[in-house]
């Protein structure tokens, strides 16, 4: 079956702009979470949505924000991107009942 | 709060070699643990998973893990390494109660396996 799926693989934004960020989850998956990924910080989660609820949220500004369609499919959206938000976006589906959480390939957010 | 913590930042080992890593997490509560690897250029791609039962799972490409609840760990292990492991490797744990997709990852460890 598919993997996980994330769109675009790479993006060039300047400082104050926004980004909209997509996954597409692996079919039958409810869950969508989403972590930022940085040489200095590692792999911090950002948020998780299940049955398009937001049910879980990490340590980030209020500038990033997500949301979760019917057909599970997410958005992640940085508002006033700042140079610190470059990072590689991860999305992951899955959850305990469906044995793990398999992750996509990513999405390289450069600011400049 | 929460954390994850993987002792070996970077470990060089030659072909052949055994390896572990470590792994401590703070969580008094049921937890769910993770091994991800991350191949040069790669996505995360899960070793191997424990969730309940036998302590020791065992994982693809022959890694296996146990967990000791009373240490708080789940230490990687590979009794002979090869070049094709040269990789960075992640703990992650799953430590919300109610089971929510968060997971919680260690700084990650660079593995260089030398040929």
């Known amino acids: 079956k598919a993997g996980v799926t994330q769109t675009p693989r790479y993006l060039i934004k300047t400082r104050g702009q926004q980004v909209t960020l997509s996954c597409s989850p692996i079919?039958?998956?409810?869950?969508v979470s989403w972590y930022q990924q940085t040489p200095g910080q590692g792999l911090q989660f950002l948020f998780e949505?299940?049955?398009?609820?937001?049910?879980n949220k990490g340590n980030f500004p209020g500038r990033f924000s997500g949301r979760q369609f019917s057909n599970s499919r997410s958005e992640m959206n940085v508002s006033t991107l700042e140079l610190g938000d470059s990072a590689l976006y991860l999305c992951?589906?899955?959850?305990?009942?469906?044995?793990?959480?398999?992750f996509g390939s990513g999405t390289r957010l450069t600011v400049v | 709060a929460q954390s994850v913590s993987q002792h070996n930042h970077h470990v060089i080992l030659s072909e052949a070699a055994s390896l572990e890593l470590g792994c401590n997490y703070s969580?008094?509560?049921?937890?769910?643990l993770f091994w991800y690897v991350q191949y040069p250029g790669q996505h995360l791609q899960l070793l191997l998973k424990?969730?309940?039962?036998?302590?020791l799972v065992k994982g693809i490409k022959g890694f296996e893990a146990e967990f000791i609840k009373s240490k708080f760990s789940f230490n990687l292990r590979k009794p002979s390494v090869q070049w094709s492991d040269t990789a960075e490797y992640f703990c992650?744990?799953?430590?919300?109660?109610?089971?929510?997709?968060?997971?919680?990852f260690g700084q990650g460890t660079t593995l260089q396996v030398k040929p």
């Open positions: 992650a744990v799953n430590a919300d109660s109610s089971n929510t997709g968060k997971l919680i």
């Open positions: 079919s039958g998956h409810r869950s």
């Open positions: 992951a589906s899955g959850g305990v009942t469906v044995g793990g959480y398999t």
């Open positions: 424990y969730f309940s039962g036998d302590p």
């Open positions: 969580y008094g509560g049921t937890v769910n």
């Open positions: 949505y299940f049955s398009e609820t937001q049910r």
